[in-house]
């Protein structure tokens, strides 16, 4: 996914003259082409994020679009005062883009996980959190950004994620995508669990349950029209994430769901655990270790269909 | 090549700027006047703080900023950050005396509601404000992103952050400075209101002696030490149009804690206190204002 942000960045760039790429010394060859062409508009600002998110809040404030982009824990729990401040108290248009999000770096241990953003991010006033599943949703979702004039952050994968065929390329920032059509239950995924939710989908059909799928990217503001009609429509409504059960899509459904007065619904959450994970490997051992699998998803909801 | 002015010339020149520099303390005067019976009167501390650096605020304001109250966010004017937000009573005697908004505006100071407290509101709420500081070593940063912008959009403006010598202390400050040292951002300025103190002790207690215009020099900036208080210096240093590729320039402002009323001067117990009516009386008889 980072080629592809790498790549809509530039194209971006190059339509854009108010566009400028902030880096927190990451990305080593990825911006060549973004350089060769906007050259003036590339700052590496070193490893050195707080004051990365201050140059950019100070550059929004100035009329540019600043669109930071490092490891998600450095450009969101490492500089969180900044974001909060600089970006969100002041309502400026700075695009936060924390990629290898969730697990992606599940091989260089837990300083480089990030499974709290969506929580720290959500509860920020004015901030927009973005969260696509694939390639295509990302280059839409940045589009869609560029075009909002306050704080947006946007969680992306490291690489290899496949791209989810979808019915429509219609997109709108907080409208989630139908992805599959069913019957007995939802399932509301967000970021680049996608492709491993459309596995269970699998797994469940065969287990005669049939599930429709909506991508949510956007976790916020949250598609409250989307969750009024599914919560209605099915029994059972799951959600899942690489992130933390706490706090992320799955709480901020949860709490929509306690507002709605006891009328219908039930869900039920994936996520990791509320754990630190000692123990490195690749991102699919990682899901595994905390239940992100589509065997456990499809197992889950079969149990609370019953 | 010119010839040397005339005698008459410089000696008008120099009449110019010594009426300006006079007219510059009676307003410096002013605005302390200002600033410390608003704190009497709305309960509002950090009086130690404000008062040291005010001359610096008022040669910026009423001299050397290109800036038109008229046209708070004329893109080519020149920015001035608070970073020490918590000047913020200082500022907000200093952009209503130069125009920025309605002296009435003042009359809500402190009240449930008001957008005039111990620290600088959005810039969307106040005109003249270029940032809502009152965390440190924000502002920093922002001045480097606003000064850098210059560059991008092909526009000439100078960008002012003025800070305190206890914000020196926040890492933050010391990014920016590597990145604007680095970047060779020529046209941001850094003035630290070097008054010895912080919230709860001298500052060389808390954070060390190291040489602090020591350390913005070992950054990469051009640094100079100035009296914070002598209006010529600042208005020489602060007057000057910066190029937008350059060294930037950090001025170390000795300044005086509580500067302009005896009682007040280098007594940190001014950071928090509130002067009381008698106070008052002292201070305006001081600052030989008629009551």
């Known amino acids: 996914m980072r080629n592809a942000f790498a790549d809509e960045v530039t194209k971006l760039g190059a339509e854009d003259d108010r566009v400028v790429l902030l880096t927190g010394d990451i990305g080593n060859r990825l911006f060549d082409r973004f350089k060769e062409n906007k050259r003036e508009r590339f700052f590496n600002c070193g490893v050195a994020e707080a004051n990365m998110m201050g140059v950019a809040a100070g550059m929004a404030m100035s009329g540019l679009r600043p669109i930071v982009y490092t490891i998600t824990p450095f450009t969101t729990t490492r500089c969180y005062e900044q974001i909060r401040v600089d970006a969100c108290y002041h309502d400026v248009p700075v695009i936060i883009v924390g990629t290898g999000s969730g697990l992606s770096y599940a091989d260089l241990g837990p300083t480089h996980h990030s499974c709290e953003d969506l929580a720290i991010m959500r509860v920020l006033p004015n901030m927009t959190v973005l969260a696509p599943a694939d390639e295509v949703e990302l280059r839409q979702c940045l589009r869609a950004a560029i075009e909002l004039d306050g704080p947006v952050y946007m969680r992306i994968g490291k690489k290899g994620e496949k791209v989810t065929p979808k019915a429509t390329d219609e997109f709108q920032i907080g409208r989630s995508i139908t992805v599959a059509e069913g019957t007995d239950v939802c399932l509301i995924s967000t970021g680049t669990v996608l492709p491993m939710v459309m596995e269970a989908v699998t797994m469940l059909a065969d287990a005669g349950i049939s599930a429709r799928v909506e991508s949510f990217h956007t976790v916020k503001p949250l598609d409250e029209g989307t969750l009024a009609d599914v919560f209605t429509r099915f029994r059972l409504v799951a959600v899942i994430e690489e992130h933390s059960r706490l706090g992320g899509l799955g709480g901020s459904i949860a709490e929509w769901l306690a507002r709605q007065n006891g009328k219908a619904g039930r869900m039920i959450s994936f996520g990791t655990d509320d754990v630190f994970l000692h123990e490195i490997g690749t991102q699919n051992y990682a899901r595994g270790r905390l239940g992100l699998t589509a065997e456990n998803v499809a197992r889950g909801v079969r149990e609370a269909v019953g | ?291």
């Open chain 2, 1 to 291: 090549m010119a010839s040397s002015p005339q005698p008459i010339e410089k000696q008008v020149r120099e009449l110019i700027t010594a009426t300006k520099l006079c007219e510059l303390g009676r307003i410096a005067r002013d605005a302390r006047l200002r600033i410390i019976t608003n704190s009497h009167k709305t309960q509002t501390p950090h009086l130690g703080s404000c008062l040291s650096c005010v001359d610096i605020l008022v040669a910026a304001y009423f001299h050397c900023l290109r800036i038109d109250p008229a046209n708070p966010r004329d893109p080519e004017r020149d920015r001035f950050i608070l970073s020490k937000g918590h000047g913020a009573a200082a500022l907000f005697q200093i952009l209503a005396m130069r125009g920025f908004y309605p002296e009435s505006m003042l009359a809500t100071y402190g009240q449930d509601g008001s957008l005039f407290a111990e620290h600088p509101p959005s810039p969307d709420y106040l005109p003249g404000i270029e940032a809502a500081t009152g965390s440190l070593g924000h502002g920093l940063p922002i001045g480097l992103g606003m000064a850098l912008s210059a560059r991008i959009q092909n526009r000439n403006y100078n960008v002012v952050a003025l800070l305190s010598d206890g914000e020196c202390n926040e890492g933050s400050i010391w990014e920016a400075a590597m990145m604007a040292a680095a970047r060779r951002v020529g046209n941001l300025v850094a003035v630290v209101d070097y008054n010895k103190w912080q919230a709860t002790d001298r500052s060389r207690e808390v954070m060390g002696d190291a040489s602090l215009v020591g350390k913005w020099h070992a950054f990469g900036w051009e640094s100079c030490e100035i009296d914070g208080h002598d209006m010529a210096a600042l208005v020489d240093v602060l007057g000057e149009r910066r190029s937008n590729e350059g060294q930037p320039v950090a001025v170390v402002a000795h300044t005086v804690k509580g500067k302009g009323v005896s009682f007040m001067e280098d007594d940190n117990n001014w950071h928090y206190k509130i002067p009381s009516e008698e106070d008052l009386v002292s201070v305006r008889r001081e600052l030989g204002v008629e009551s």
